[in-house]
């Protein structure tokens, strides 16, 4: 069997866990962006909550959606490689935007 192409693969994971699927109330596009904004801003544990919330989050689901999303992620590599990538180019983005927050 061989493996399927690197572009083949991040469109199957993009149909599989694009904007449709939601774990606890949270998309992956949101979870990736939240998840980039609080490493570049450096958000404390305590303000993560408002930082989703202010993406569509629903109130008080960050904590639950992220552990939701890495449980979900140590099954499938694809997410793994989707998540990773995306969050590189999400934090190179932000940096640009700030530099400032190096």
């Known amino acids: ?8 693969r991040i469109a199957a ?8 699927l939601a774990l606890d109330g949270v998309s992956f596009d949101v979870w990736l962006e939240a ?8 958000i404390p544990e ?8 202010s993406l569509g989050a629903p109130a008080g689901s960050w904590a639950a959606a992220e552990a ?6 140590s ?13 590189v ?7 640009r935007e700030n530099p400032s927050r190096a």
């Open 75 to 87: 099954h499938d590599p694809r997410l793994v490689e989707r998540f990773s990538s995306n969050l």
């Open 68 to 73: 939701a999303w890495r449980a979900r992620q």
């Open 13 to 20: 994971v993009t149909k599989r866990y694009g904007r449709t």
């Open 35 to 42: 998840t980039a904004q609080i490493a570049h801003r450096r």
């Open 46 to 53: 305590d303000g993560r909550d408002a930082v989703a919330e």
């Open 89 to 95: 180019h999400r934090l190179g983005d932000l940096q």
């Open 1 to 8: 069997m061989t493996e399927a192409a690197p572009a083949i």
